[in-house]
Each structure stands twice: as C-alpha cells, then as structure tokens.
C-alpha cells in the first residue's frame, strides 16, 4: 500500500547535539517530497522540497535532506540543534501525477538544554 | 499580512450545531485544500478544490461538505457536528507551478 512513515514519534536531544529525523515512503515512482515543522499553535512551514536532481537538500533554518532511492528514504538532518527547533516535523510526499499531498504521522522533537 | 487565512482560530460547539470554517488567500493560487490534524495521525485531507468549479472529497470527507465562493475563498463547513470532529483543521494551497503547499494557521474545533 502506499504510505508514508516516519518510524519514530518523539525524539528527544540535547542542544547543540545532531538531529536525524527519519522518512520512508512506498510508491511505485519517486514522488515529490517535503518537509515541513509546525511550532507549537501555528501552522505548517516549509522546511525543504525534494524533486529530482542533488540528493542532498538544503533548506531553511539550517536543516537539510538526503534522498536515498535505494532505501525510499528522505531523512531530514541538522548539525547542531537549538532549543528553538523544538516541534513536530511532519514528511510529506505528492506521487506523481497525483493531486494530493499526503504525510506522515508526525515526529516531536524535543530539545533538553 | 498572511497569505492564507482562516476564521475562528478556535471555536467550541454543540453536538448537533452547523459550523463554518472559512479559508481566504492572497497567494492568487488555484488549488486549495482542507486537511484536520489530530495527535499521532498527521494531517489527512478533507476536500480539495482546482477551481471554483472543481470540488473532490479527500479521504475523510464523510460528515463535512465545501464551499469554494472565489478563488480566494474555500469554506469547510459540518452540517451537525459530532464530537469524533474535535480537531485542528488546516487550511492549505499549492502552487501549481512548484506543487508547494502554503498553510493557514488552523482553527482549532472542539465539539462537546
């Protein structure tokens, strides 16, 4: 079935510790694919957009992502974590040809001073 | 200003009771969208709309029903809302040219 998973619901590190949040996704073609963090009461901001071409993404904020077609993975990574990263970061993927976004559950970050 | 915009930010009603969410953009985008968000099930799509013509349920469309007046304007309205309903509802468009979704800021329903 198509899917998108993110395996872990809440990941908790120390500020200015490396962040790897993890994205898997099943569809017969590589769909498009998105990060996007919501702060806590707000709305949904993107984060970055993979389409084709560099596997490796840069976005805002200082968060990047590596497309591996081999793992059908799309796993969001920061260096060095602020306390101000603390939120819910949602992975996202539109199939091609497709008209509709769908995401993934979710995964909580937490930043421990 | 923002660019996408929804009214009420929070709202608490009734069992039984017809609610209005309404979705405005300044974005000049085509598509727009209804997702609700509830904890540990991400966002799942409600309806969306290509044009003020063009309405499409989405994966849980059952019990809600859509309004697009302009292209600016997208309302998600529950009929006799029930309280399985309580949730956030987000509000989103995309760009067509870059499939990129933009997000309201939710309004968040609670229904007793």
């Known amino acids: 079935a198509q899917s998108v998973t993110q395996p872990d619901i809440h990941i908790t590190v120390s500020e200015g510790a490396s962040l790897e949040l993890r994205c898997n996704y099943s569809y017969g073609a590589t769909p498009y694919l998105f990060w996007y963090v919501q702060s806590p009461g707000q709305g949904l901001q993107l984060l970055l957009k993979y389409f084709s071409g560099d596997t490796l993404v840069q976005g805002i904020k200082g968060f990047e992502a590596e497309f591996k077609r081999s793992q059908s993975s799309f796993n969001l990574r920061k260096p060095s974590v602020h306390w101000s990263d603390a939120a819910e970061y949602f992975c996202a993927v539109v199939p091609r040809g497709n008209n509709d976004m769908r995401f993934g559950a979710g995964t909580r970050l937490t930043v421990k001073p | 200003d923002a660019d996408v915009t929804q009214t009420p930010r929070n709202r608490i009603t009734k069992t039984g009771k017809r609610i209005m969410l309404e979705c405005s953009q300044t974005?000049?985008?085509?598509?727009m969208y209804w997702y609700r968000q509830d904890p540990g099930l991400g966002l799942q799509l409600i309806y969306y709309?290509?044009?003020?013509?063009?309405?499409n349920k989405g994966e849980i469309s059952d019990g809600y029903s859509v309004s697009r007046q302009a292209q600016a304007k997208f309302s998600l309205s529950l009929e006799s809302a029930i309280p399985n309903q309580t949730a956030l509802y987000f509000c989103?468009?995309?760009?067509?040219?870059?499939?990129?979704?933009?997000f309201g800021p939710g309004t968040r329903l609670t229904v007793l």
């Open positions: 709309s290509f044009d003020v013509k063009d309405i």
């Open positions: 974005k000049g985008h085509d598509r």
């Open positions: 989103a468009t995309r760009d067509g040219a870059t499939d990129t979704q933009y």
